[in-house]
């Protein structure tokens, strides 16, 4: 049944034209890795503290729910199951690792649906949130890289995680002195997701010449990016609530000098230092390293370095 829907989407998609399907590329975007987390570290640094801190938080946890559910199902990728399914234009460049459940919807689902559950937003933003959240979706099935269940099971996982974390953040507000608990309790669940991916043994399946179809192993890489995310967040997290105590509340000015300087510096991280990395250190590891490094920028390095430079402006 899935791949029938699939293939009744490519058939309207070949004949419908490009525009629908270069505007759900366009929303695909809104659901990649790289876009949802410089929204989050811009809202985190020079919009709203508390709302960033809760969308990272909770971006942090599904990328780690991701991860595991990833590596459980191995559900291979459409156009494996079914050579009919053709992914439009360069899709299947953006559609790494397992198939179930979709990484995007979940990625959606956490920016746009963690604002959606927010009933201190307007209700016309919360709809607009929850409007892109579906057309995201819509736009892994149209583009052919995804299946029905992959991007239900998605979006579903990524709202519940986000409904979690509003209750989360709201008790470590009532209760800040208990924060290294859930620290220590989200490290312990990282890691044990990164050995379960390490240890367990994946699907080999071959061609007819004999060529293994997907490597389990390269599969796995998008759960280590999600160990290493999450832990740098929650270790982030602590030492600037505890050592730090930045605030987005300042002059406009202030914030949009401090947005540009953080991704210039996240970019030069992203850029230039974690390919060095990677290349020095392959394999699982270096995927861990250079995701904590890239996180652990965002949750803390840069908003203390911020915070320093802006507090020895103040006494110059």
């Known amino acids: ?19 629908l399907s270069e505007f759900l590329a366009k929303m695909t975007f809104l659901g990649e890795l790289n876009t949802v987390l410089v929204i989050m ?14 969308l990272l938080m909770g971006w942090s946890g599904n990328r780690l729910v991701n991860g595991v559910l990833k590596v459980s199902f191995c559900s291979y990728r459409p156009w494996i199951r079914d050579p009919r399914i053709l992914p439009y234009g360069n899709s299947m460049n953006t559609a790494t690792g397992y198939s179930f459940p979709s990484g995007h919807s979940m990625n959606a689902a956490t920016v746009y649906g963690g604002g ?36 239900l099971a998605g979006a579903a996982a990524g709202i519940l995680v986000m409904a979690l974390t509003l209750r989360l953040m709201r008790w470590t507000e009532a209760h800040p002195e208990k924060d290294w608990l859930v620290v220590c309790i989200g490290l312990a669940l990282a890691a044990a997701v990164a050995l379960f991916a390490a240890l367990k043994s994946y699907p080999e399946d071959y061609d007819a010449a004999g060529k293994l179809i997907v490597d389990g ?13 999450c832990a740098a967040f929650l270790v982030g997290w602590v030492l600037e609530r505890r050592f730090v105590g930045f605030s987005t509340e300042l002059p406009l000015p202030r914030r ?38 890239q996180m652990f920028y965002v949750s803390f ?8 430079f802006e507090a020895r402006g103040k006494a110059a």
Not at 1 to 19: K, N, P, T, V, Y
Not at 41 to 54: C, D, I, P, Q, R
Not at 217 to 229: E, H, P, S, Y
């Open 1 to 19: 049944m899935d791949m029938e829907i699939l293939l009744w989407l490519q058939e309207f998609r070949e004949g419908a034209g490009s525009f």
């Open 41 to 54: 570290a811009v809202l985190y640094w020079g919009v709203h503290k508390e709302l960033g801190a809760y």
């Open 116 to 151: 959606m559950l927010r009933r201190d937003f307007p209700r016309a933003l919360r709809i607009t949130l929850g409007l892109i959240v579906a057309l995201v979706a819509l736009s892994r099935l149209y583009l052919g890289v995804h299946t029905p269940q992959d991007v």
């Open 217 to 229: 192993a390269k599969m796995a890489n998008d759960t280590f990016k999600g160990v290493g995310w």
């Open 256 to 293: 949009l000098a401090r947005i540009v300087v953080g991704l210039l510096g996240f970019y030069a991280v992203s850029l230039i230092l974690i390919p060095l990395l990677k290349s020095w250190i392959p394999g699982p590891a270096g995927t861990v390293i250079t995701c904590f490094l």
């Open 301 to 308: 390095l840069f908003p203390f370095c911020a915070q320093r």
